[in-house]
């Protein structure tokens, strides 16, 4: 299972750290991400993670979020900064053993419960 939280109403320029739970995978060994979807839109993947901690970022947040983990604790973290309305959307992670999986959401069968992540102008 796959759950996200920390999501909320925040203004343009303010911070929010997401956080998600994993459970029933080992997870340590995943590569992880973390998607987003806005509505009327598909769903992007805004940053990964591999398994020894190399991170990638869509050139739309680049400099503005930071995606972190703890294998210990089986979290999953994206750290928020300097908001803009457009970053509005629900978020989810997931992930597997490819990391090559992660630009694809589609090959994803199973979203657990995402975060609405608002933020007005």
């Known amino acids: 299972q796959l759950q996200a939280s920390g999501g909320g109403l925040v203004q343009a320029g303010e911070s929010l750290r997401l956080s998600c739970a994993a459970s029933g995978i080992i997870f340590s060994i995943n590569a992880m991400g973390w998607y987003r979807q806005a509505p009327g839109k598909e769903r992007e993947l805004v940053a990964g993670i591999t398994s020894g901690g190399r991170t990638n970022y869509a050139d739309s947040v680049k400099g503005r979020v930071t995606i972190s983990r703890d294998n210990d604790k089986n979290m999953l973290y994206l750290q928020m900064n300097n908001l803009k309305p457009e970053d509005t959307a629900v978020y989810f992670c997931?992930?597997?053993?490819?990391?090559?999986?992660?630009?694809?959401?589609?090959?994803?069968?199973?979203w657990g419960q995402g975060t609405q992540v608002t933020v007005s102008s």
């Open positions: 997931n992930g597997g053993l490819l990391e090559a999986d992660l630009s694809i959401p589609s090959r994803y069968g199973y």
